[in-house]
């Protein structure tokens, strides 16, 4: 073993007890002068060539590694991935352009000009941009908010109603769908222009997950009617998708019998190969495109079968061939949609910037999560120019594109490539689709979705606080709308947070035999509390939302109530002090009566002088005085008599004051050596902050324990709680000195030592005394 390295055994460690500045001293901490703001603006404003070249490489990161790009190791996989994923955009991007309440071939369009963006600005290789359902319901939800049925009713001459005009409707919700896609695109860049990219933190898991369970559930009401082929009313607002289910139930009677054997048909297919080309995706070289088979199947029967015509089954329709010419979005709508927008903005970057990090993980690479952002941003902000609507990562293609052999976003341009071909030729032959065929294409491809039902009992095993935050996210998505219940879950989880904070785990900390470690007693058997130490800690950070509640604790837990203790304290010190001036009065009424009897007994004694001598032989009577000088003019003189009984008495009076005087000093005594506890250690490990309420509460903690004579230390803090501790200046310098350590063993060691010294000199004083 190389000499110095500590083996795996024993660990003894043999150093002097340390407060922080003998680890400042030891460690020779760094000190760091600020740099002044005027050059700190110099230096983030001065430009040079290399920071130029890394600002452009940064904000275009195509340019970084595209010229390194690697024909003969990165060439084949990325065309085949490409074509796969290609394959994969025709039927999810129609099938999901349904969702967001367009035609099909608006989806087409939000799969291929957004990913070029995506190509050029974004930072994931294996990520594949375009349509997704989640972001495309929400899309919907806006269309059909702000484009309802109602506004485009055709009138008619007799009862003031008729048919919808669908031309003008589907119009007016492709010019939404633009406006709420260039919003969208402006919040993400200016979001990550600000390095706003960690607001995604705030989404948790928990939280994501079941807001896409819920909207799932979403999706799979809003594609029922196309598998039974009914037309319900549509609802918008919160408990629309109960409105819903009920009005696709009462229409149950009134299904399409050949769309429902279409959709039934098709869902078998789907899933039936879907599994084999999860059980062999290891032995077959690319997965088996059912999707599209099924898609160009189903065209083909519906044509020559003419489903549409004899069955009444609903198709696609027509399907422009071509590219449609930039379109400015209408800015007259983006006031409307802006509060709808942000919300999208928030979950598909959450959904994208998951699936990235993911990638990222599993390859060895990172990704930048505020160029993430902007690169979003520049795809849904360009897309909107082009009638597309909003784009995030989809997570079965990027599985597939990662699958297949993917290496870089040069997979993306091949599967653009795809859709375009399609888009300028294929597409028209779509006409006779059935919608149902779309529908199911959904269903299937929400099946990792449904299984995130899976959490309920994980999350119960595992933590119930995130199985709340994921069931009060799931209801509020399903009974409000998508944005409102969005705002409730990011609410109700940072509300579990501060409930957290306030309400952390106090402990009382033990040694345990033999090492250096305390832990809590209540935890371990083996961790014993050391007499006369209270070590104390709490599991959070120590803050304004629950310092009170900390000093709560430390009083309950240690046994001390420093209210009580000092109130009791007070009172027998005023009792002390009441008693000491009637010992006073009494001694000054003492000294005055003495007075009186010195001068009594002066004049006494003139008048002995005076008298006559009194005969030998005259006997005095019994129980007369025996003495011819205590009696005057033949009455008895009771000075002495009086002075013997004031002499007992006030005898008697100050041995009793005396007692009671000791009494109230004992008393005064035991309040603060009553307990047990003469020193308190306050371990801060746990405190990432400190607030000016938590700086406040400490230096009353050690003021008010000091009043009751028990000692006060701290131990475990960061440099940046020391530094912190110091600039709030609630401190002495020598309490920063002297009763901060670096652990709390290192306090205990310190704090056994200084009692062992007190006791030692007491004990010393008192055999001087003696």
């Known amino acids: 073993m190389p000499m110095g390295v500590p083996s795996s055994g024993d660990f003894c460690v043999q150093r002097r007890v340390l407060v922080q500045s003998g680890l400042d001293e030891l460690g020779r901490r760094r000190t760091r002068t600020p740099q002044p703001l005027d050059q700190r603006v110099k230096d983030r404003l001065r430009c040079s060539v290399p920071r130029l070249k890394q600002m452009v490489l940064g904000c275009v990161p195509v340019l970084s590694w595209l010229p390194q790009y690697s024909i003969k190791e990165n060439a084949v996989g990325d065309v085949v991935s490409g074509l796969s994923v290609g394959i994969m955009h025709l039927p999810q991007g129609m099938a999901y352009a349904l969702l967001a309440s367009l035609a099909p071939v608006f989806g087409l369009y939000t ?43 055709v009138m008619n001459g007799t009862n003031g109603t008729g048919p919808v005009d669908i031309v003008a409707r589907d119009a007016y919700r492709v010019q939404i769908a633009s406006a709420v896609t260039a919003v969208v695109g402006v919040l993400q860049i200016l979001f990550g222009l600000v390095r706003f990219g960690f607001v995604v933190t705030y989404l948790s898991e928990p939280l994501v997950r079941g807001y896409t369970t819920a909207v799932a559930l979403q999706v799979l009401l809003s594609q029922l009617k196309y598998v039974i082929g009914v037309d319900p009313k549509r609802y918008t607002g919160p408990l629309s998708q109960i409105y819903t289910l009920i009005d696709l139930c009462s229409l149950l009677p009134k299904t399409n019998i050949a769309t429902l054997v279409v959709s039934l048909v098709a869902l078998f297919v789907l899933i039936l190969v879907k599994e ?37 089954v609903d198709v696609v329709g027509e399907i422009p061939s071509g590219l449609k010419a930039p379109q400015v979005p209408d800015g007259n709508l983006f006031v409307k949609v802006v509060g709808d927008a942000f919300a999208i903005v928030i979950v598909a970057y959450a959904i994208s910037i998951s699936i990235s990090k993911t990638m990222a993980l599993k390859h060895g690479y990172t990704v930048d999560s505020n160029q993430e952002l902007i690169a979003l941003g520049l795809s849904n902000v360009f897309g909107a120019f082009f009638q597309c609507y909003c784009v995030t990562a989809s997570l079965s293609r990027s599985l597939v594109q990662e699958s297949t052999g993917g290496k870089t976003q040069v997979a993306g341009v091949v599967s653009s490539i795809i859709v375009l071909i399609t888009v300028l030729k294929i597409g028209s032959l779509f006409a006779e689709l059935p919608k149902a065929i779309l529908a199911t294409i959904v269903f299937v491809n929400l099946k990792g979705m449904f299984k995130q039902f899976h959490d309920i009992p994980t999350l119960w095993r595992s933590n119930k606080v995130d199985l709340m935050i994921w069931s009060v996210t799931w209801v509020a998505t399903l009974l409000l709308n998508l944005d409102v219940g969005l705002a409730v879950a990011v609410v109700f989880a940072m509300l579990t947070v501060i409930f957290r904070i306030q309400l952390p785990r106090y402990s009382i900390l033990g040694h345990v035999p033999g090492t250096e470690l305390y832990v809590d007693t209540d935890s371990y058997e083996e961790a014993k509390q050391i007499p006369g130490i209270t070590i104390f800690r709490s599991s959070a950070t120590i803050c304004y939302t629950n310092a009170e509640m900390y000093l709560d604790a430390l009083q309950k837990m240690s046994g001390i109530n420093i209210v009580t203790l000092l109130t009791e304290k ?22 005055k009566k003495q007075e009186n009897r010195n001068m009594s007994e002066q004049n ?13 032989d005259e006997v005095p009577p019994r129980g007369s005085p025996t003495n011819a000088a205590e009696r005057v003019n033949g009455r008895v003189n009771h000075a002495y008599q009086d002075a013997a009984e004031v002499s007992v008495s006030a005898k008697d009076t100050y041995v009793e004051d005396d007692d009671d005087s000791s009494k109230e000093e004992a008393d005064v005594e035991s309040v603060t050596h009553r307990r047990r506890t003469h020193s308190v250690i306050l371990d801060l490990s746990t405190t990432s902050f400190v607030d000016t309420v938590t700086a406040k509460t400490l230096s009353n903690i050690f003021k008010d324990f000091g009043e009751i004579d028990v000692c006060v230390y701290l131990a475990g803090c960061q440099v940046c709680i020391v530094q912190q501790l110091k600039r709030a200046g609630v401190f002495s310098e020598s309490i920063l000195l002297n009763n901060l350590f670096v652990t709390v063993h290192d306090a205990v060691l310190h704090t056994l030592e200084t009692k062992a010294l007190q006791d030692c000199g007491q004990d010393m004083f008192c055999i001087t005394k003696m």
């Open 570 to 591: 007070k009172r027998l010190e005023s009792k002390l002090k009441r008693q000491q001036e009637k010992e006073k009065k009494k001694a000054k009424k003492a000294a």
């Open 276 to 312: 084999l080309n999860a059980c062999y995706r290891k032995k077959i070289p690319l997965p088996i495109p059912i999707e599209l088979i099924v898609l160009i199947v189903a065209t083909i029967v519906s044509y020559f079968a003419q489903l549409r015509m004899k069955y009444e």
């Open 111 to 153: 799969s291929f000009y957004p990913v070029l963006i995506y190509f050029i600005f974004g930072t994931s290789r294996h990520i594949s941009i375009g349509t997704f359902a989640v972001v495309s319901i929400m899309v919907g939800s806006v269309t059909e908010k702000f484009g309802p049925d109602s506004l485009f009713m």
């Open 604 to 616: 006494s004694s003139k008048e002995k002088k005076e008298q006559k001598v009194v005969p030998t």
